[in-house]
């Protein structure tokens, strides 16, 4: 075998090594020049980056020197304290963030966080393209258009730990397709082990992240469960197994999604949570342009973005996923059926 055999070789088995490179290459260009100031600095204005950097900083303090309940800040707001759970505690991005703030500090955990989101957002995405379509290019453009879409970089630059935490989403829902497909690739008498512990474990994980992102993942896949049994597959919810399997996976990820959700539903028990009124609903809410216009950032078009639509909530509203974007997607689903 020559030089350049064997050099294919390596790449065929080992793709997920060259793979992984690839994000990890894509995200440091793209968040350049962080990786050169890790320790010290923090993209954008002073905002949620702080809180997320001081509560990486009181985790590793109150978990490994004080050994107390980290969820319980009582020298915040004396003399009544502070609980974490009055904003998103985010356990999974803090845990991401945990030894990189061991070894150099909370900066240097915050920021490997953040970078971390970007290379795992686009292998997760990578995944279930690669699997769904078996095609390693579509996955690479899958993957890359999730990892560096509009949305994550607003996030990115307000500091958005949270938020900038949506590895696990398409893991979930690579899962949750695989399970409604499930009959046509499988014999119906056995469970489909590995989406039941994909999609169960990927919902935990995603509610140990966010509770929005928690909120909207149940929310789109009661809109995916209509239609699927509603207009595409309308015997399929006679199907005993195909009901099985998906309460399998709701099995597995229970304990994960309760312990996400038990800080919240504590404090609520003791009236601590805010009501939130539906004008605030509202506000916050997205509307249809958002989705259509380009970012505020775009090089071409942000400045007159800004300048002819309301973007006073440009993070919230930072939606577009981007022309190139859509026509791709508008082209694999012209195509889908010669897949």
């Excluded at 319980?72 to 707001?77: A, E, K, R």
């Excluded at 990189?100 to 909370?106: D, E, I, Q, W």
């Excluded at 995944?127 to 996955?139: D, F, P, Q, S, V």
């Excluded at 899958?142 to 970089?153: D, E, K, L, S, V």
Aim: aromatic fraction near 18%; proline fraction near 4%; charged fraction near 10%.
């Amino acid at each position: 075998m020559n030089g350049s055999n064997r050099t294919l070789y390596f790449l065929r088995r080992h793709t997920w090594i060259w793979v992984s490179l690839y994000f990890l290459a894509m995200t440091l260009v793209m968040t350049y020049p962080l990786v050169l100031r890790m320790g010290d600095s923090i993209v954008g204005r002073i905002g949620d980056n702080i809180y997320f950097v001081w509560m990486i900083g009181w985790m590793k303090k109150a978990l490994f020197e004080l050994g107390v309940n980290p969820f319980d800040v009582w020298f915040l707001n004396y003399p009544e304290g502070w609980n974490m759970a009055y904003t998103e505690i985010t356990p999974v991005m803090l845990a991401l963030a945990m030894p990189f703030a061991l070894l150099g500090g909370h900066t240097l955990g915050y920021n490997a966080a953040l970078l971390l989101s970007f290379t795992l957002s686009g292998l997760g995405m990578y995944y279930w393209i690669k699997r769904m379509t078996g095609n390693t290019g579509a996955a690479l453009v899958a993957g890359t258009i999730f990892a560096f879409i509009p949305y994550r970089f607003a996030h990115f630059l307000a500091g958005h730990l949270n938020l900038s935490g949506t590895q696990w989403l398409p893991l979930y829902f690579a899962g949750l397709f695989e399970l409604f497909e499930a009959r046509r690739n499988a014999n119906p008498a056995k469970f489909a082990w590995k989406p039941i512990l994909l999609c169960g474990i990927s919902l935990g994980l995603i509610g140990l992240t966010s509770q929005y992102y928690l909120y909207m993942a149940l929310l789109v896949s009661a809109f995916i469960a209509f239609v699927y049994l509603g207009f595409i597959e309308r015997t399929r919810w006679r199907d005993v197994y195909f009901w099985k399997q998906l309460a399998l996976a709701g099995v597995v990820g229970l304990p994960l999604v309760l312990a996400a959700v038990a800080p919240y539903l504590a404090l609520e028990s003791q009236g601590g949570l805010p009501d939130r009124n539906i004008w605030i609903i509202r506000r916050y809410s997205a509307s249809p342009t958002d989705f259509i216009l380009p970012s505020t950032d775009h090089f071409l078009w942000g400045v007159w973005v800004w300048r002819n639509f309301n973007r006073d909530l440009w993070i919230e509203a930072t939606l577009y996923l981007g022309a190139v974007s859509a026509a791709l997607a508008a082209l694999a689903f012209i195509k889908r059926k010669s897949l």
